[in-house]
């Protein structure tokens, strides 16, 4: 008799991705069911053999899932879109695949951890906090690098930028090295494991980890929102780190799926009338795109003046020792993040 595993949320593009997902990689030893309408999936669950569903919270409330007659799966599970809810039985909804997936089959095999054996350990999973601005001139980099940096002060954190010409060298300096680029073409080659790559293509920066961004923009316009999800699912599996920080652009492919995948979303802003216009242009576009959930995920900050550096070259101290330290400090203190 088959065992199914059936998913069921009304965001019909957020399942088919998550669905494809597991049957790229035959992540699961049952067969794959989705749904979108919650009256479709309980008729299927009454006529099959469901081993394990996962099912929107606000779904299952729907009166065809609560028949008195009806056990909807063998393990049932919820799709929380509250980080903080997460438990034995509830699942926080944006974060990547891989660690979505591994969380459901862990629990469903009892594993007394709830993670399987070399992932984050159960409480402590990986948190994605994603800095991304519409207005261009706002500084997000440095801040974004800063941000990185404090949060390595409390646990390991992985920075990634997903920029074109993000100026980042002006801070790293430059470097003849594996970046971005290399990391994503091991990858499509087979290296999926963080183990497989990460001793030549991860540098260090006062105490936080991070990749070198990719030097051309042909090679970031090359690269899918599946490969993204495939190398943030890479990290996520390896279980070495508490915190990522990734800088995303408009340009990035998939950029608002990836902001979903974040806890806190930090918007660095301009006080002058265009920038204002940049960001409420992105504020309404969201509801158009059905990803209005976004709006609670973003914090809009006015960064302080950053020193004018002859060629953007910043210096460590007076990177870390000055405004935009104390500012991103008290910021992630405000949010419950680092010490």
């Not at 053999?49 to 063998?74: I, N, P, T, W, Y």
């Not at 009892?110 to 800095?131: F, T, V």
């Not at 504020?283 to 990803?291: A, G, I, S, V």
Request: glycine share 6%.
């Amino acid at each position: 008799m088959k065992h199914y595993f059936v998913i069921c949320d009304q965001e019909q593009a957020y399942i088919e991705r998550l669905a494809e997902f597991i049957l790229t990689r035959n992540m699961t030893y049952m067969d794959l069911e989705i749904f979108s309408d919650e009256a479709m999936a309980a008729s299927f669950c009454t006529s099959h053999r469901v081993k394990c569903l996962l099912v929107h919270e606000d779904v299952f409330g729907q009166s065809s899932f609560l028949r008195e007659d009806m056990q909807a799966a063998e393990r049932l599970f919820f799709l929380t879109e509250n980080p903080d809810a997460e438990d034995d039985t509830h699942i926080y909804k944006y974060q990547s695949a891989d660690a979505i997936i591994n969380r459901v089959m862990c629990l469903e095999s009892d594993q007394p951890s709830g993670m399987a054996k070399g992932s984050e350990p159960s409480g402590a999973r990986l948190r994605y906090i994603g800095i991304y601005s519409p207005v261009s001139r706002a500084s997000a980099t440095p801040f974004a690098l800063v941000t990185a940096c404090m949060l390595a002060r409390s646990d390991q954190t992985l920075y990634l930028n997903l920029r074109s010409f993000s100026g980042v060298e002006g801070i790293l300096g430059k470097a003849d090295c594996p970046d971005l680029s290399d990391v994503m073409y091991y990858m499509q080659s087979g290296r999926t494991s963080l183990s497989d790559w990460g001793e030549s293509c991860i540098y260090s920066y006062d105490c936080t980890d991070y990749i070198y961004p990719a030097v051309s923009p042909a090679d970031l316009q090359d690269i899918s929102l599946q490969d993204w999800q495939q190398l943030l699912a890479s990290v996520s599996a390896q279980g070495k780190y508490r915190f990522l920080v990734l800088e995303l652009e408009s340009g990035t492919r998939g950029y608002l799926e990836l902001l979903e995948m974040c806890d806190t979303i930090y918007m660095p802003v301009l006080q002058d009338g265009f920038s204002e216009c940049q960001a409420r242009l992105f504020f309404e576009l969201l509801p158009r795109l059905q990803k209005q959930h976004l709006l609670s995920k973003v914090r809009t900050v006015t960064l302080p003046k950053l020193t004018d550096e002859p060629n953007g070259q910043w210096t460590r101290e007076q990177l870390m020792g000055g405004e935009l330290a104390k500012f991103a400090q008290a910021l992630l203190q405000d949010s419950g993040y680092g010490k």
